[in-house]
């Protein structure tokens, strides 16, 4: 599989499947595997994964078997609050604070953030171009300038040279366990289990139904987010009825004052007495 240039992630998992498999059953009768497949209590999605998984193992081995076909489940994402993401961030250990931070800010998925290197940071322009995953397009994400100075101090407290990772060599499964161990811990601090259903995977969505929001044009999204299809941008189309942000609010009574709003990242809102309106999330 190495050899074929699958991702360490497909490696480990179809390593952990076929022993789970081989656990409960031999890997070399291929019916008796589709029977324990099919009785396991678990979901149709990991049930195709784990097929796939023995699949591999038939092709190597040269073994014939029919693969059932399992379909994955359509699930609606859950959005956690500003708020709830704010804290886990400022809770948070220094360099996870920082991941985290960058999770929300771009939505990057944890293999393209954990990938990143020092050249893939423009300091001067504020933005992050991530080689990105699962076959998708290049794209240029902005970040704040708070964000922007953090990584600059890491890059100079680290002497971190343009070929280096910028947050070592560290996987997205460490990224993840460092999470988890994290999210767990506040979440007993402040007696509040739904911190617990706050996966890593929720700072992306919630960029994605943001940047909706924001932008209104799922195609620039689609970009943004590294997706191939559109279809996948609009499963988040749902989110956008939530409305818990506040707002700065600024007026503008002349196209010059109005340009200014724009460029700090107004939107446009409705005109009253002649006075342009916008907002902000703050």
């Known amino acids: 599989m190495k050899n074929d240039n699958k991702s ?39 049930k195709k994964n784990l097929c796939i998984a023995y ?16 379909q994955q489940e359509a699930k609606n994402i ?30 990057l998925r944890p293999i393209e953030l954990c990938n990143l290197k020092v050249k893939d940071i423009d300091l001067d322009h504020k933005t992050v171009n991530p080689t990105t995953a699962k076959g998708g397009n290049p794209r240029t994400i902005p970040i704040t300038t708070n964000l922007t100075a953090k990584i600059q101090e890491r890059i100079i407290l680290k002497d971190l040279k343009p070929n280096d990772k910028l947050f070592g060599e560290k996987d997205a499964d460490h990224y993840g366990n ?34 909706l929001y924001d932008i209104n044009n799922p195609y620039t999204v689609m970009v943004l987010m590294g997706h191939k299809k559109l279809q996948t941008t609009q499963r988040y189309m749902h989110l956008l009825t939530y409305t818990d942000e506040e707002y700065t609010v600024a007026g503008a009574t002349t196209s010059a004052e109005a340009t200014k709003l724009i460029e700090a990242g107004f939107q446009y809102v409705t005109t009253i007495e002649g006075i342009q309106l916008f907002r902000k999330r703050k």
């Open 8 to 46: 360490d992630y497909t490696i480990r998992f179809t390593r952990k499947a076929l022993t789970h498999i081989g656990k409960h059953t031999s890997l070399n009768q291929p019916e008796a595997v589709k029977m324990f497949i099919a009785n396991l209590k678990t979901s149709d999605s990991y």
């Open 178 to 211: 460092e999470y988890r161990k994290a999210r767990n811990k506040l979440a007993q601090k402040l007696q509040d289990p739904s911190i617990k259903t706050i996966r890593l995977y929720d700072f992306r969505h919630y960029f994605c139904t943001r940047k």
């Open 55 to 70: 699949n591999r193992y038939c092709k190597r081995y040269k073994i014939q078997w029919n693969m059932p076909k399992y």
């Open 78 to 107: 859950a959005l956690p609050t500003k708020e709830k993401l704010l804290m886990l961030i400022a809770n948070a250990p220094k360099v996870l604070g920082i991941k985290l931070q960058m999770s929300m800010e771009t939505g």
